[in-house]
């Protein structure tokens, strides 16, 4: 319901104020919370069958084709967690890029909740639009997420396994 009415260059200077500030805070707010509590077994996070182990990410969507090119958000954040590429094998790093993983998918998750605000400024219209860029602008990350972190934990297991039986 819009209850502040702005001159229309005002209206849509306001969206690209806003959006960026939005998805900035949560990703501020979710990179202060214990990596701990982002594990990927919990429901949310865990690859279910019918994901194929991610690899429903790789037939439906062509993922390995296009996802080199979403950003990486670990600059937003001083101690932020690049996972553009794996810099080594080693068992603590592959278990932190897991988890971040899960971080990183929650906070695109969150970031498409806020599209209502815009209704308290915009004509009714505009939130299903905003709703739309939310979706649109966070889903490829979404799926980068849950297409990589089936993938890791792969790799994590085959090293866990090997260092036990090297033992």
């Not at 603590?92 to 209502?116: C, D, K, S, V």
Request: proline share 5%; hydrophobic share 45%; net charge positive.
């Amino acid at each position: 319901m819009q209850i502040i009415f702005l001159p229309k260059w005002a209206l849509i200077l306001s969206f690209f104020i806003v959006w960026p500030l939005l998805q900035l805070v949560i990703t501020l707010i979710c990179n202060m919370i214990d990596l701990n509590k982002f594990n990927p077994n919990i429901f949310f996070l865990k690859s279910h069958n019918w994901e194929k182990g991610g690899a429903i990410y790789k037939t439906v969507f062509k993922i390995h084709r296009w996802k080199h090119l979403l950003p990486d958000g670990a600059k937003t954040h001083k101690t932020g967690f690049q996972k553009k590429n794996i810099k080594n094998f080693k068992k603590e790093y592959l278990n932190e890029f897991i988890y971040q993983t899960g971080r990183a998918e929650i906070a695109h998750w969150i970031q498409i909740m806020p599209f209502f605000v815009f209704g308290f400024w915009s004509p009714n219209f505009v939130i299903w639009i905003m709703l739309l860029y939310a979706i649109l602008v966070n889903m490829p990350c979404i799926i980068a997420q849950r297409y990589n972190r089936p993938r890791l934990i792969k790799i994590y297991e085959r090293k866990k396994t090997k260092k036990e039986v090297e033992n």
